[in-house]
């Protein structure tokens, strides 16, 4: 079972940046990489991006797409989303979950759904 631990959310005006983090940590978590999912309330879960642990990214969801930036650190197990020019709509609570992509498919593949950060875009 992989636990993660999120931090960085916040509320921020539209056109603002946040940068979320996540610890990652247990026996298998070289074995996936690892991504950020988003969910608002009465919608469902939507990847973000996922990111090996050698650096090699999965795309990126549409309407983050050259806004938002995931990277790793492998020695530190820390994942991260650089989030910017941020919109109403990017709110939502955000996970960092242990993923697995080809083209642009993301599939979570969760140990622990951890308790999330949650980004709130003022307009």
């Known amino acids: 079972q992989i636990q993660v631990a999120e931090s960085g959310g916040e509320l921020v005006q539209a056109g603002g940046s946040l940068r979320l983090s996540c610890t990652a940590s247990?026996?298998?978590?070289?074995?996936?990489?690892m991504g950020w999912f988003r969910q608002a309330p009465g919608k469902g879960r939507e990847a973000v991006s996922c990111?090996?642990?050698?650096?090699?990214?999965?795309t990126y969801a549409a309407s983050t797409e050259g806004r938002f930036t995931i990277s790793q650190d492998n020695a530190k197990k820390m994942v991260y989303l650089q989030m910017n020019n941020l919109k109403p709509e990017d709110s939502a609570m955000y996970h960092c979950?242990?993923?697995?992509?080809?083209?642009?498919?993301?599939?979570?593949?969760?140990?622990?759904w951890g308790q999330g950060t949650q980004v709130t875009v003022d307009s």
């Open positions: 979950a242990a993923c697995h992509f080809k083209e642009s498919s993301i599939l979570p593949l969760p140990g622990h």
């Open positions: 990111i090996t642990w050698s650096g090699v990214k999965s």
């Open positions: 247990g026996p298998n978590v070289d074995v996936y990489g």
